[in-house]
Protein backbone atom coordinates (compact mmCIF):
# COMPACT_ATOMS: atom_id res chain seq x y z
CA UNK A 1 0.00 0.00 0.00
CA UNK A 2 1.19 3.32 -0.89
CA UNK A 3 -0.19 5.44 1.91
CA UNK A 4 2.03 3.46 4.09
CA UNK A 5 5.11 5.45 2.77
CA UNK A 6 3.33 8.62 2.70
CA UNK A 7 2.65 8.45 6.09
CA UNK A 8 5.95 9.42 8.14
CA UNK A 9 5.53 12.24 5.97
CA UNK A 10 2.24 13.37 6.99
CA UNK A 11 2.62 12.96 10.58
CA UNK A 12 5.59 15.21 10.04
CA UNK A 13 3.67 17.83 8.18
CA UNK A 14 1.24 17.54 11.25
CA UNK A 15 4.02 18.01 13.49
CA UNK A 16 4.65 21.40 12.02
CA UNK A 17 1.77 22.49 11.45
CA UNK A 18 1.08 22.36 14.98
CA UNK A 19 4.14 24.51 16.58
CA UNK A 20 3.58 27.70 18.23
CA UNK A 21 2.71 30.41 15.45
CA UNK A 22 5.12 33.33 15.91
CA UNK A 23 3.41 36.03 13.09
CA UNK A 24 3.15 38.84 15.47
CA UNK A 25 6.50 38.48 16.43
CA UNK A 26 7.65 38.69 12.90
CA UNK A 27 5.70 41.70 11.64
CA UNK A 28 7.06 44.61 10.13
CA UNK A 29 7.31 47.83 12.20
CA UNK A 30 9.84 49.77 10.49
CA UNK A 31 13.11 49.81 8.33
CA UNK A 32 16.21 52.09 6.88
CA UNK A 33 19.05 51.84 5.01
CA UNK A 34 22.38 54.16 5.15
CA UNK A 35 22.75 56.33 1.89
CA UNK A 36 25.94 55.52 1.99
CA UNK A 37 27.03 52.73 -0.64
CA UNK A 38 29.57 50.21 -0.48
CA UNK A 39 31.22 48.51 -3.60
CA UNK A 40 29.88 45.01 -4.39
CA UNK A 41 32.08 42.34 -3.38
CA UNK A 42 34.70 44.95 -1.54
CA UNK A 43 36.26 43.72 2.30
CA UNK A 44 33.27 45.94 3.12
CA UNK A 45 30.51 43.31 1.87
CA UNK A 46 32.48 40.40 3.97
CA UNK A 47 32.47 42.42 6.97
CA UNK A 48 28.45 43.36 6.76
CA UNK A 49 28.41 39.61 5.73
CA UNK A 50 30.22 38.59 8.82
CA UNK A 51 27.81 40.85 11.20
CA UNK A 52 24.89 39.06 9.89
CA UNK A 53 25.91 35.54 10.59
CA UNK A 54 27.35 36.79 14.28
CA UNK A 55 23.68 38.51 14.98
CA UNK A 56 21.91 35.67 13.27
CA UNK A 57 24.00 32.82 15.19
CA UNK A 58 24.05 34.73 18.47
CA UNK A 59 20.83 34.94 18.49
CA UNK A 60 20.39 31.19 19.22
CA UNK A 61 21.73 31.91 22.93
CA UNK A 62 21.07 35.64 23.99
CA UNK A 63 18.39 37.78 23.66
CA UNK A 64 21.16 41.14 22.93
CA UNK A 65 24.57 41.03 21.75
CA UNK A 66 26.65 43.13 20.03
CA UNK A 67 29.65 42.49 17.19
CA UNK A 68 32.49 44.34 15.44
CA UNK A 69 33.57 42.71 12.67
CA UNK A 70 37.55 44.25 11.46
CA UNK A 71 38.42 44.71 7.85
CA UNK A 72 41.69 45.07 6.92
CA UNK A 73 41.55 49.28 6.66
CA UNK A 74 39.47 51.23 9.64
CA UNK A 75 36.84 52.29 6.88
CA UNK A 76 36.03 48.76 6.58
CA UNK A 77 35.30 48.25 10.43
CA UNK A 78 31.56 47.03 10.53
CA UNK A 79 29.28 47.13 13.87
CA UNK A 80 26.21 45.14 14.71
CA UNK A 81 23.83 44.79 17.42
CA UNK A 82 20.21 42.38 17.80
CA UNK A 83 17.94 42.75 20.78
CA UNK A 84 14.72 40.74 20.68
CA UNK A 85 11.81 41.37 22.83
CA UNK A 86 12.10 40.40 26.56
CA UNK A 87 9.45 38.33 26.27
CA UNK A 88 10.67 36.07 23.76
CA UNK A 89 12.67 32.53 24.42
CA UNK A 90 15.68 31.38 22.85
CA UNK A 91 13.69 29.65 19.79
CA UNK A 92 11.33 32.69 18.97
CA UNK A 93 14.76 35.10 19.61
CA UNK A 94 16.52 33.41 17.00
CA UNK A 95 13.54 32.61 14.09
CA UNK A 96 13.07 36.36 14.52
CA UNK A 97 16.69 37.93 14.00
CA UNK A 98 17.32 35.95 11.46
CA UNK A 99 13.76 36.57 9.71
CA UNK A 100 15.45 40.35 10.68
CA UNK A 101 18.46 39.68 9.22
CA UNK A 102 17.28 38.37 5.60
CA UNK A 103 14.84 41.45 5.50
CA UNK A 104 17.34 43.39 5.73
CA UNK A 105 19.88 42.17 3.84
CA UNK A 106 17.40 42.17 1.20
CA UNK A 107 16.14 46.44 2.21
CA UNK A 108 19.31 47.53 2.17
CA UNK A 109 21.19 45.78 -0.94
CA UNK A 110 24.89 47.55 -0.24
CA UNK A 111 24.07 49.76 1.99
CA UNK A 112 26.84 51.23 4.37
CA UNK A 113 24.14 50.75 7.68
CA UNK A 114 20.74 49.86 8.29
CA UNK A 115 18.17 48.59 10.98
CA UNK A 116 15.30 46.77 11.19
CA UNK A 117 12.72 46.50 13.60
CA UNK A 118 9.97 43.86 13.29
CA UNK A 119 7.57 43.20 16.58
CA UNK A 120 10.04 40.04 18.03
CA UNK A 121 13.26 42.04 17.69
CA UNK A 122 15.36 44.94 16.41
CA UNK A 123 18.76 45.02 14.35
CA UNK A 124 21.38 47.37 13.28
CA UNK A 125 24.73 47.81 11.47
CA UNK A 126 26.61 50.73 10.55
CA UNK A 127 30.06 51.47 10.53
CA UNK A 128 29.88 54.47 13.02
CA UNK A 129 30.04 53.44 16.33
CA UNK A 130 26.68 53.72 17.66
CA UNK A 131 27.34 50.62 20.17
CA UNK A 132 26.47 52.04 23.43
CA UNK A 133 25.77 55.65 22.42
CA UNK A 134 21.93 56.85 23.79
CA UNK A 135 20.05 57.86 20.88
CA UNK A 136 16.66 59.83 21.10
CA UNK A 137 15.91 60.23 17.85
CA UNK A 138 12.24 59.66 16.73
CA UNK A 139 12.49 56.62 14.24
CA UNK A 140 8.48 56.04 14.00
CA UNK A 141 5.59 57.53 15.61
CA UNK A 142 2.18 56.08 15.48
CA UNK A 143 -1.39 56.91 17.33
CA UNK A 144 -4.85 55.86 17.01
CA UNK A 145 -7.56 57.66 16.43
CA UNK A 146 -7.20 60.78 18.25
CA UNK A 147 -9.54 61.14 21.58
CA UNK A 148 -10.74 58.04 21.58
CA UNK A 149 -9.82 56.82 25.89
CA UNK A 150 -12.60 57.80 27.89
CA UNK A 151 -11.19 60.14 30.84
CA UNK A 152 -11.19 56.80 33.41
CA UNK A 153 -9.33 54.70 30.80
CA UNK A 154 -6.98 57.81 30.04
CA UNK A 155 -5.90 57.89 33.59
CA UNK A 156 -5.23 54.81 33.67
CA UNK A 157 -3.17 55.17 30.68
CA UNK A 158 -1.04 57.74 32.42
CA UNK A 159 -0.31 55.14 35.50
CA UNK A 160 0.70 52.37 32.88
CA UNK A 161 2.89 54.91 30.94
CA UNK A 162 4.04 56.06 34.60
CA UNK A 163 4.84 52.48 35.23
CA UNK A 164 7.00 52.01 32.66
CA UNK A 165 8.47 54.81 33.09
CA UNK A 166 9.40 54.39 37.28
CA UNK A 167 10.83 50.70 36.53
CA UNK A 168 14.52 49.29 36.00
CA UNK A 169 15.49 46.73 33.70
CA UNK A 170 15.78 46.85 29.79
CA UNK A 171 12.28 45.39 29.49
CA UNK A 172 9.03 46.69 31.02
CA UNK A 173 5.33 46.02 30.98
CA UNK A 174 2.56 47.12 32.70
CA UNK A 175 -0.95 47.29 33.36
CA UNK A 176 -4.18 48.86 34.02
CA UNK A 177 -7.44 47.93 33.66
CA UNK A 178 -7.95 46.83 30.27
CA UNK A 179 -4.66 49.35 29.72
CA UNK A 180 -1.23 47.90 28.55
CA UNK A 181 1.49 48.95 27.80
CA UNK A 182 5.03 47.85 27.03
CA UNK A 183 9.08 49.72 26.79
CA UNK A 184 12.47 48.32 26.32
CA UNK A 185 15.36 49.43 25.17
CA UNK A 186 18.45 48.21 23.09
CA UNK A 187 20.78 46.07 25.39
CA UNK A 188 24.13 48.58 24.98
CA UNK A 189 22.10 51.37 26.82
CA UNK A 190 23.25 51.59 30.66
CA UNK A 191 20.12 51.65 33.21
CA UNK A 192 20.31 54.77 33.35
CA UNK A 193 20.15 56.04 29.51
CA UNK A 194 17.38 53.37 29.62
CA UNK A 195 14.82 54.79 31.98
CA UNK A 196 15.89 58.35 30.03
CA UNK A 197 15.24 57.29 26.96
CA UNK A 198 11.98 55.24 28.09
CA UNK A 199 11.02 58.53 29.74
CA UNK A 200 11.38 60.78 26.43
CA UNK A 201 9.19 58.32 24.59
CA UNK A 202 6.76 58.16 27.17
CA UNK A 203 6.61 62.01 27.18
CA UNK A 204 6.36 61.98 23.66
CA UNK A 205 3.65 59.47 23.33
CA UNK A 206 1.15 61.61 25.90
CA UNK A 207 1.95 64.86 24.20
CA UNK A 208 1.47 63.32 20.81
CA UNK A 209 -1.05 60.57 20.66
CA UNK A 210 -3.22 62.60 23.39
CA UNK A 211 -6.26 60.69 24.05
CA UNK A 212 -5.39 57.80 21.51
CA UNK A 213 -6.86 54.20 22.12
CA UNK A 214 -2.71 52.92 21.52
CA UNK A 215 0.48 54.56 20.33
CA UNK A 216 4.20 53.64 19.68
CA UNK A 217 6.90 55.41 20.07
CA UNK A 218 10.16 54.08 18.62
CA UNK A 219 13.89 55.99 19.18
CA UNK A 220 16.75 54.45 17.79
CA UNK A 221 17.77 53.02 21.16
CA UNK A 222 14.24 52.67 23.39
CA UNK A 223 10.90 52.45 22.63
CA UNK A 224 7.66 52.42 24.25
CA UNK A 225 3.84 51.41 23.65
CA UNK A 226 0.16 51.45 24.84
CA UNK A 227 -2.98 50.22 23.80
CA UNK A 228 -6.44 49.68 25.48
CA UNK A 229 -7.13 46.18 24.98
CA UNK A 230 -3.39 45.33 24.76
CA UNK A 231 -3.58 44.62 21.51
CA UNK A 232 0.32 45.62 20.04
CA UNK A 233 -0.16 44.48 16.64
CA UNK A 234 -1.34 47.38 15.19
CA UNK A 235 1.56 48.56 14.05
CA UNK A 236 2.02 46.27 11.64
CA UNK A 237 1.66 46.34 8.19
CA UNK A 238 1.56 42.32 7.91
CA UNK A 239 -1.08 41.88 10.61
CA UNK A 240 -3.63 40.80 8.26
CA UNK A 241 -1.65 38.78 5.94
CA UNK A 242 -0.32 36.88 9.21
CA UNK A 243 -3.58 36.18 10.56
CA UNK A 244 -4.66 34.72 7.00
CA UNK A 245 -1.62 32.67 7.43
CA UNK A 246 -2.69 31.09 10.54
CA UNK A 247 -6.16 30.70 9.63
CA UNK A 248 -5.01 28.57 6.49
CA UNK A 249 -2.34 26.75 9.04
CA UNK A 250 -4.89 25.75 11.37
CA UNK A 251 -7.13 24.38 8.59
CA UNK A 252 -4.28 22.55 7.16
CA UNK A 253 -3.21 20.95 10.29
CA UNK A 254 -6.87 19.76 10.82
CA UNK A 255 -6.96 18.45 6.93
CA UNK A 256 -3.37 16.90 7.87
CA UNK A 257 -4.47 15.14 10.94
CA UNK A 258 -7.41 13.92 9.20
CA UNK A 259 -5.47 12.57 6.43
CA UNK A 260 -2.78 10.72 8.97
CA UNK A 261 -6.37 9.57 11.11
CA UNK A 262 -7.54 7.47 7.54
CA UNK A 263 -4.30 6.27 7.00
CA UNK A 264 -3.90 4.90 10.86
CA UNK A 265 -7.29 3.20 10.27
CA UNK A 266 -6.12 1.70 6.76
CA UNK A 267 -3.00 0.28 8.11
CA UNK A 268 -5.16 -1.12 11.17
CA UNK A 269 -7.54 -2.44 9.18
CA UNK A 270 -4.66 -4.36 6.81
CA UNK A 271 -2.81 -5.20 9.64
CA UNK A 272 -6.17 -6.89 11.04
CA UNK A 273 -6.80 -8.81 7.52
CA UNK A 274 -3.21 -10.08 7.72
CA UNK A 275 -3.69 -11.27 11.23
CA UNK A 276 -6.92 -13.05 10.21
CA UNK A 277 -5.73 -14.69 6.95
CA UNK A 278 -2.56 -15.46 9.19
CA UNK A 279 -4.85 -16.80 11.48
CA UNK A 280 -7.07 -19.21 8.47
CA UNK A 281 -3.75 -20.22 6.98
CA UNK A 282 -2.67 -21.66 9.97
CA UNK A 283 -5.88 -23.97 11.09
C1 LIG B 1 31.67 53.98 6.18
O1 LIG B 1 31.66 53.32 4.93
C2 LIG B 1 31.53 54.19 3.82
C3 LIG B 1 31.40 53.32 2.58
O2 LIG B 1 32.43 52.39 2.44
C4 LIG B 1 32.72 55.13 3.77
O3 LIG B 1 32.59 56.01 2.69
C5 LIG B 1 32.80 55.91 5.07
O4 LIG B 1 33.95 56.70 5.09
C6 LIG B 1 32.84 54.94 6.26
N1 LIG B 1 32.79 55.68 7.50
C7 LIG B 1 33.61 55.40 8.51
C8 LIG B 1 33.41 56.23 9.75
O5 LIG B 1 34.46 54.54 8.45
C1 LIG C 1 29.55 44.43 23.43
O1 LIG C 1 29.84 43.06 23.64
C2 LIG C 1 30.93 42.82 24.49
C3 LIG C 1 31.21 41.32 24.46
O2 LIG C 1 30.04 40.57 24.40
C4 LIG C 1 30.62 43.33 25.87
O3 LIG C 1 31.67 43.11 26.75
C5 LIG C 1 30.33 44.84 25.77
O4 LIG C 1 29.94 45.34 27.03
C6 LIG C 1 29.26 45.12 24.74
N1 LIG C 1 29.15 46.54 24.52
C7 LIG C 1 28.01 47.17 24.54
C8 LIG C 1 28.07 48.63 24.28
O5 LIG C 1 26.94 46.61 24.74
Known sequence: MRIFHLLPFLILMFLSFTTPSTS???SFIFGGCSQVKFLPGSDY????????TSLANSAMFTSYNNFTSQGSSSQ??????????G???SGQCSRCVALAVSRLGTLCV????GALQLDGCFIKYDNLT??????????????GPSTELTSDALTRRDAVLAYLGASTGSYKVSSSGNVYGVAQCTGDLSMSECQDCVSDAIQRLKTECGGAN???????????????GGDHSHGGKDDDHNKNDEEIQKTLAILVGLIAGVAL?????????KVCRKHKEGK
Do not use: H
Not at 130 to 143: A, H, N, P
Not at 265 to 273: D, G, N, V
Open 24 to 26: STD
Open 110 to 113: NSAG
Open 76 to 85: DTVYGLFQCR
Open 87 to 89: DLN
Open 130 to 143: FLGVEDKTVVLKKC
Open 214 to 228: WGDMYLAKCYARYSE
Open 45 to 52: ENQVNSIF
Open 265 to 273: IIIFISFLS
